[in-house]
């Protein structure tokens, strides 16, 4: 089968200012397939989004169909259960304080096997928060993730959350402590960039952490 691509002059022009080079076919070919990449992994996220976390179903199989058993996550505890029995558990126990939690994505980008999530939760304050007796409010917690796909499933995480902004509506005051124990590391996995070519400027491929 041949396939036919064109062009505008101006996207070629700033490929091979940018690069250094012409634009040839193997790096048509390898930004299509990260193209397809991205767009798969997108889907299985807002499905994940949808299902698990929009639609509060944390059993073992609604997880597995998206999350591998060891997923690691950068945000846990010392304590806390290795792979995704401890992020169940860490979701679960926030959602004891704030019912009803939803996720209104902002901003959905990918790149290779990396997803950046910015989102809002939507969520409702009723439990004990951080000594806060529940208020009923409505709060809103800005939040962004970056996940980690390999075969089709999240297998590595980060986030972020403000809960400076969420403390203020529920009337609690947060102070920051140095932490006591060490940050978890995740082994060092490749890290799934963008194809580009061995002549093109060095993506960053650091070890995981």
């Known amino acids: 089968m041949e396939i036919t691509v064109e062009i505008e002059s101006q996207h070629k022009d700033e490929f091979n200012r940018v690069f250094g080079r012409e634009l040839t076919a193997d790096d048509i070919v390898k930004y299509a397939e990260n193209a397809v990449t991205v767009k798969r992994n997108k889907d299985i996220y807002l499905a994940f989004q949808s299902e698990v976390i929009n639609g509060h179903d944390w059993s073992d199989e609604a997880l597995l169909k998206y999350m591998k058993e060891d997923i690691f996550d950068h945000n846990a505890g010392p304590d806390d259960a290795p792979g995704f029995e401890g992020f169940r558990s860490r979701y679960l126990q926030w959602a004891e304080s704030f019912h009803d939690g939803t996720q209104v994505n902002e901003v959905l980008i990918g790149e290779g096997e990396v997803l950046a999530v910015l989102y809002n939760t939507h969520a409702e304050h009723k439990g004990t ?6 208020t009923d409010k409505h ?11 390999e075969d089709g499933k999240i297998v590595e995480r980060w986030g972020i959350y403000d809960y400076f902004s969420t403390a203020e509506e529920i009337g609690a005051n947060i102070t920051f402590t140095p ?9 060092p996995l490749p890290w799934g960039g963008p194809p580009v070519d061995e002549e093109s ?8 952490a």
């Open 201 to 208: 400027p060095k993506r960053y491929t650091p070890g995981l």
């Open 139 to 149: 709060v809103v917690i800005p939040g962004i993730e970056f996940v980690r796909f």
């Open 179 to 187: 932490r006591t124990y060490e940050i978890p590391r995740g082994k």
């Open 129 to 134: 928060f951080m000594g806060i007796e529940p």
